[in-house]
């Protein structure tokens, strides 16, 4: 998995926001918040993790199970996924 070109987090009134930048503005104009966990996740995909690596950090940064990071990994790809920004 790999975040397009042009998606990037910014802050905005103190929340995590992704945005589209460039050419990437043109076929997305919309903007995804992130709660704490997205946040780690997308961070983790910007470094090139796997689903495995990015799982251990879930497991190492909050008190979950190994099935509830792993569906919240799922459910976040998903939905960039469904906003085509990860390929």
Do not use: H, P
């Not at 103190?14 to 903007?31: C, E, F, R, T």
């Not at 992130?34 to 983790?44: E, G, P, S, V």
């Not at 569906?71 to 906003?83: C, E, H, S, T, V």
């Amino acid at each position: 998995m790999k975040i397009k070109e042009g998606f990037v987090i910014r802050e905005v009134a103190g929340q995590s926001v992704v945005i589209a930048l460039g050419a990437a503005a043109k076929s997305y104009n919309g903007m995804i918040r992130l709660n704490d966990t997205a946040k780690l996740i997308w961070q983790c995909l910007e470094k090139g993790q796997d689903k495995d690596a990015i799982v251990d950090a879930i497991l190492s940064e909050y008190d979950v199970d190994r099935e509830l990071a792993e569906n919240d990994f799922d459910k976040f790809i998903n939905a960039l996924i469904g906003a085509n920004i990860i390929e």
